[in-house]
């Protein structure tokens, strides 16, 4: 089974989600097109710093896309920490009442704020996976100043080793090799290969540095430069079937809900 | 039959690739199916007398000549490039110039550029520039200046040299310029699919719709990037068969041969 760890939905498109220029329906079409079996996907909010009414409204719209597509969406619960209360209030909601698998945590805070802390703290109770925007680049980024990185991961991930963190795009734009090299001592950082980046040798750098238990396939909604970068590695049918789908499917038997 | 119209030997400065030479690059040819491939030295882009990484180039394709078209990198800021383009074209067989402007320190739209795209032309020769070497999000602390090559600047490019043959390498935003309207450049080009959204933004189905088939070709990257994504692009686009042929080697054999 193919597990796309890192998708996205459009939502309503009636303002509030971000659009990814296509329909849910094309979306998962595509996904359908390029071998993916079940997407684990969020929908986010057009406005950053996610309002609150905007994030619940993505979580509602992921819902429903759940049920429209059974089987094939898995939700990930997109949320604000810093509206903490309702935050934790939506994510247990979601994960219990509606099947989501995961948190989906964009770019708010840093994650090392200790904001994040109590939601970390409730993925661990519920058993489910927090996927963080991360990147990392050697100049700032303007338009994300609380943005993350893998070395801000492996911190978090030393504070909760029970958590199971998953550092988005390793090819999401930025220094791979340093993203890849932070989370080397991390044993519960995953790595997910998606973004529109295919540099040659960045799965098997993924691979040789954390190992192929600690690699996810991904999309990002590039979804051909997300197969064809997998397709590109040197791998052993072992690790191939870890990475695309194995692995995630492990991680989403941890939920306890 | 395929033909890769984006290829490389050399180093790149700033991460190791999977192969050096000629003979990787054959072996990797081989593995895709890749029958010809227009290859450049990477060593160049970063050399500061790119000439050097021509005479590399020249001593790798050297007896190849039946699978490797060689182009050569020219900076047209530096001293003694009209000698260089003179010993690529007439001594090591290049059929083209690749171009790497925000490397070398110039624009597609400075008169030195135009004055070396004119002098390749007059040789009959293709001209190649990639958008960018890598993705400028990349970028080592080292440079400071982003090493991108807007499309509009490719697109003002062939516009002003109608007699030329150029082709654009892991370019995306064609449709918003005049490379991908009909009839907007009169020059021959053709746009490698590297990085061409077949989903979601769908750049590639929208620029067979409306520039067709003939101006698009199969381009990697190799080694910086693999062949296999823009041949899983070719797998999954919904297209017919023939449509596909003109994309993995036609239209490029064509626009080599001086048909626009």
Sequence with gaps: ?257 | MLIDTHVYVGHWGFRPLPWRGADGLLRAMDAHGIEQAWVSSASAILYRNSHAGNEELHAEARGHGDRLVPFAVINPTYADWEHDLAVCHEEFGCRGVRLYPPYHRYTLGDSACHDLVAAAIARNLVISVPHWVEDDRERSWLLAQPGVTPVADMAALAQAHPDGRFVFHYGIGYTETALGRRGGVQAGYGLDIARLPVFVKEELPRLLAEIGPERLVFGSGMPLTPADVPLFKLEVLDAPAAVKEQIRWQNARRLLGGGV
């Design chain 1, 1 to 257: 089974m193919v597990i796309d760890c890192h998708a996205h939905l459009s939502g309503d498109h009636t303002g509030i989600t971000r659009i990814w220029g296509k329909s849910d329906a094309a979306l998962i079409a595509a996904a359908d097109r390029v071998g993916i079996d079940v997407s684990c996907a969020s929908i986010l909010t057009t406005a950053l710093p996610a309002p609150l009414a905007d994030f619940q409204e993505c979580n509602r719209q992921t819902a429903a896309a759940t049920r429209q597509f059974p089987g094939k969406v898995r939700g990930y619960c997109y949320v604000n920490p810093g509206y903490t209360r309702e935050a934790l209030h939506e994510i247990r909601t979601y994960v219990e009442e509606h099947g989501f698998m995961g948190i989906k945590l964009y770019n708010e805070y840093p994650c090392t704020d200790p904001i994040l802390f109590p939601i970390v703290e409730l993925a661990i109770e519920l058993g489910v996976p927090i996927l963080q925007h991360a990147s990392h680049q050697h100049r700032p980024i303007p338009s994300q100043p609380n943005i993350s990185d893998s070395g801000d991961l492996a911190v978090l991930a030393a504070r909760y080793p029970e958590a199971m963190l998953i550092c988005a795009h390793i090819g999401g734009g930025g220094d791979w090799e340093w993203t890849i090299k932070a989370a080397r001592n991390s044993p519960n950082v995953y790595l997910d290969t998606s973004g529109s980046v295919f540099d040659s040798g960045m799965v098997q750098m993924a691979v040789r540095v954390v190992g192929a238990e600690r690699v996810l396939f991904g999309c990002d909604t590039s979804f051909t430069a997300g197969i064809g970068k997998i397709r590109a590695a040197q791998l052993t049918g072992e690790q191939r079937a870890l990475i695309m789908g194995g692995n995630m499917a492990r991680i989403l038997s941890q939920r306890r809900a």
